[in-house]
């Protein structure tokens, strides 16, 4: 099976990648509110991982858990799939568990999910900050950006919707960090969604027409925020970022991603350009997805989204797993 041909991926890599995303999601059902992070993630990154190389692809990880030295699987630059010697590779942005104390809480929005593109076309993002904002498609070009405030984001937005602030629902990520930007959007009428976590699937919800997200805005991590451009590439939006350092070490750690510009304002297809596939499957409830549950007959189900950009399909799959390993099996 070709896994792309000039530059657009093929297309039944969307099933592929629900299957990998489902076998996260399942590794970690058994664990969801047991209070244990490190064995709820754990379980997510080897599920992934075999998953991953039970595939006809050629695939490396440019967004993972981190370098090679710091995480023994599904580091940033490690190959996986059945075709590590093919010629034609894909690149591979991933969360074996977004929201990990999300889902060791049981609490909701916890997902598992992963996006791919030709090779190049993902931007290798360290682990660090980055301002984000984001809405859906409609508007036009750079109405919103983070050069801009928060208040003058959303009456840009309010003006292109012909409505006022007041009716502008904004998601913004619930920390300590984003106090003022709440008081400055209360002061003008916004209304404001607080997440615990999970800022990928609040920016696919600006793009969601039965959605009640207009806008997403806030500082979250560069990693998701790749992810979510992903996702926005494939059903369409705007998103713009910029990567925030907290001290020389993380300016180390971009420089040894390639990323030469400190200072870059980066736009959606700076993030993620060319084709991309992006896969999510719930782990617990949530606005995006419904988490793994038992059917009556005690089957175990699961709910994901998949989409491709040069496609543009958008599916939602319900799955019935009627032969689940013991938890053991994903721990070895």
């Given at each position: 099976m070709a896994q792309q041909d000039n530059g657009k991926l093929n297309p039944a890599l969307t099933h592929d990648m629900a299957y990998v995303t489902q076998a996260a999601a399942l590794a970690v059902a058994r664990l969801v509110g047991h209070g244990d992070e490190k064995a709820a993630d754990a379980a997510a990154v080897k599920a992934m991982r075999d998953a991953f190389n039970q595939l006809a692809i050629n695939g490396t990880v440019v967004i993972g858990e981190g370098e090679r030295d710091k995480a023994p699987m599904l580091y940033i630059g490690e190959r996986v799939g059945l075709r590590k010697n093919s010629d034609v590779s894909i690149d591979i942005a991933l969360d074996p568990l977004e929201g990990t104390t999300l889902a060791a809480n049981g609490n909701s929005n916890a997902i598992a999910v992963l996006a791919i593109a030709p090779q190049g076309s993902l931007l290798n993002a360290p682990d660090v900050y980055m301002e984000k904002v984001a809405i859906g498609p409609g508007y036009e070009p750079n109405l919103v950006s983070v050069l801009?405030?928060?208040?003058?984001?959303?009456?840009?937005?309010?003006k292109a919707k012909g409505v006022t602030p007041d009716n502008i629902r904004i998601c913004i990520l619930d920390r300590q960090r984003h106090k003022k930007m709440i008081a400055d959007l209360h002061a003008i009428g916004c209304s404001i969604i607080l997440i615990k976590d999970g800022d990928i699937a609040g920016v696919i919800a600006t793009a969601r027409e039965n959605s009640n997200i207009d806008i997403y805005m806030g500082i979250?991590?560069?990693?998701?925020?790749?992810?979510?451009?992903?996702?926005?590439?494939c059903i369409g939006g705007q998103f713009e970022g910029r990567l925030l350092f907290r001290d020389d070490e993380e300016r180390k750690r971009a420089h040894s991603c390639g990323i030469k510009d400190l200072d870059r304002i980066y736009k959606l297809h700076d993030l993620a350009r060319s084709d991309t596939v992006f896969a999510a499957t719930g782990v617990t409830d949530g606005s995006l997805l419904r988490g793994v549950y038992q059917d009556f007959r005690g089957v175990s189900v699961t709910q994901s989204l998949i989409m491709q950009a040069s496609t543009g399909q958008v599916s939602y799959i319900t799955t019935e797993h009627r032969h689940?390993?013991?938890?053991?099996?994903f721990m070895k």
């Open positions: 801009k405030t928060p208040v003058e984001n959303v009456r840009a937005l309010a979250g991590g560069a990693p998701e925020g790749v992810l979510a451009a992903a996702a926005l590439n689940i390993p013991d938890i053991a099996s």
